[in-house]
């Protein structure tokens, strides 16, 4: 009975109040935000030697608020929060994981950034976050075409390494790998020089500075099963740019005990007529 009386109640409130028009019903005021400012989150390298370069492409922050997800965002943005007071902030760098808009994610080898920031009513604070890779990130290959080797291996299959190593306006940072396609030497594969086996299928990205002309792939190639999988499609992007390709789902269509390559690899569109590819800082984390 208490039950059917809080639901037929306000209904019968309602009924009254349109019954006798000279009633008005009243929404109840809007609560006044705060605002959060985030412009962009920086990585900080602790260490070149291990971490490699501080490039990267951090589109969007997920915001904590003493615990509780606000949301995700893509900056620059205001957030706002319905709260007041101090409070502790907590920002984790959000990527477009595989290139893509539509598969937004945390980047799981990024360390978030925290802070205790004062929250006004209708006014702004803004924030820079700064986040960095967690101590225990395993780098288990990493090549940026840097002095003393360039540890890629770009001899597989029946072409020859058509591999080049360029500096200067062309190149990222310091130097980088290129490589041109023609109708005779039409196809390129590159894969780490040395075979791999993962701990465990969580948190293996391949992370890439990269421009071209036409779409390339990246894959793993399972020894073990003489398997090549084509992963990722990468969209051809002729400015320098970056990608995170999560390769935790390619692994996990593998049988276990997997012994894996990581490859690049293009083949010459019919449409385009001199492809071409320069790629620099290959990080591949597990």
């Known amino acids: 009975m ?23 019903i009243f929404d109840p005021a809007e609560e006044i935000p705060s605002y959060v400012r985030i412009n962009s989150i920086s990585l900080q390298i602790n260490n070149a030697v291990i971490e490699g370069t ?19 965002f893509e900056m620059p943005v ?22 893509l808009s539509s598969t937004r994610a945390i980047y799981p080898n990024y360390r978030g950034w925290s802070s205790t920031i004062t ?12 986040v960095d890779y967690y101590p225990a990130t395993n780098f ?17 299959g029946p ?17 980088s790998g290129y490589v041109t396609l023609t109708s005779d030497t039409n196809e390129f594969y590159a894969q780490n020089n040395t075979p791999l086996t993962f701990n465990g299928a969580f948190g293996i990205y391949l992370e890439l ?3 071209c002309n036409q779409n390339f792939v990246v894959g793993i190639y399972n020894t073990t099963t003489a398997t090549y999988l084509p992963w990722c499609d990468v969209q051809a992007s002729t400015e320098w740019n970056k990608i995170y390709i999560q390769l935790n789902d390619a692994v996990t269509t593998q049988p276990p005990n997997g012994i894996y390559y990581v ?10 007529a001199n492809p071409w590819l320069a790629i620099d800082n290959i990080k591949l984390i597990n």
């Open 2 to 24: 208490k039950y059917l009386l809080r639901v037929v109640g306000p209904v019968m409130v309602a009924i009254g109040a349109f019954a006798f028009g000279g009633c008005t």
């Open 54 to 72: 501080g490039s990267q492409k951090i589109t969007d922050a997920w915001v904590y608020i003493d615990g509780d997800l606000i949301g995700a």
């Open 78 to 99: 205001s957030v706002p929060v319905l709260k007041e007071g101090t409070h502790t902030i907590l920002v984790l760098a959000g990527i477009k994981q595989n290139g």
């Open 119 to 130: 929250l006004t009513r209708g006014e702004i604070v803004t924030v820079a976050p700064v």
């Open 140 to 156: 288990v290959w990493m090549c940026n075409f840097e002095p003393p080797g360039v540890n890629i291996d770009a001899s597989g």
């Open 159 to 175: 072409w020859p390494n058509r591999l080049q190593v360029i500096s200067g306006a062309q190149a990222f940072e310091g130097n």
């Open 209 to 211: 500075n990269y421009k």
């Open 263 to 272: 490859y690049i690899a293009m083949k010459k569109a019919d449409d385009v």
